[in-house]
């Protein structure tokens, strides 16, 4: 009885452990910026890929070490200064199908410009598939 009793005891921490863990399948986490094929998991368990097959425009920088944290998709960007618009090339998108898009945006002083203490804010639009998202850094 006490051998059943610890396999169930067992079983039970085992599925709370596998509950327990961040499911990815089906996500798509996209480190802006980061080298060529570039591959890792942070503290959570996601996993992250470089951006380089989404997009083949604009450049990547490091992000000023004032402005980083320890996580590894807060160390680099991609800038787009050509000013004309960038597209992001997902696969596999279902028609009709719904998707939960989390974007952030940091500037960290990639250029030494100090825009960051600049009275004039930084500006973008931003597009989903053809509809406005946001106009100027603000929710439309």
Avoid: H
């Avoid at 452990?17 to 980061?34: K, N, V």
């Avoid at 992250?48 to 992000?63: C, F, H, L, P, Q």
């Avoid at 279902?94 to 930084?122: E, H």
């Amino acid at each position: 009885m006490k051998v059943l009793w610890c396999f169930v005891v067992i079983s039970a921490i085992w599925a709370a452990i596998i509950e327990g863990q961040p499911t990815t399948q089906g996500f798509i986490s996209i480190d802006c910026g980061a080298a060529s094929g570039t591959t890792y998991k942070d503290s959570t368990g996601i996993l992250y890929v470089s951006d380089d097959s989404y997009i083949d425009t604009g450049e990547n920088y490091k992000i000023d070490q004032k402005y980083t944290s320890p996580s590894n998709q807060a160390s680099t960007l991609r800038s787009f200064p050509n000013e004309t618009r960038n597209c992001y090339t997902l696969w596999n998108v279902t028609k009709g199908a719904k998707y939960l898009v989390r974007a952030t945006f940091l500037y960290g002083n990639y250029d030494g410009k100090q825009m960051v203490q600049s009275s004039t804010p930084l500006q973008f639009d931003l597009y989903i598939d053809r509809c406005e998202f946001m106009v100027n850094g603000k929710y439309n």
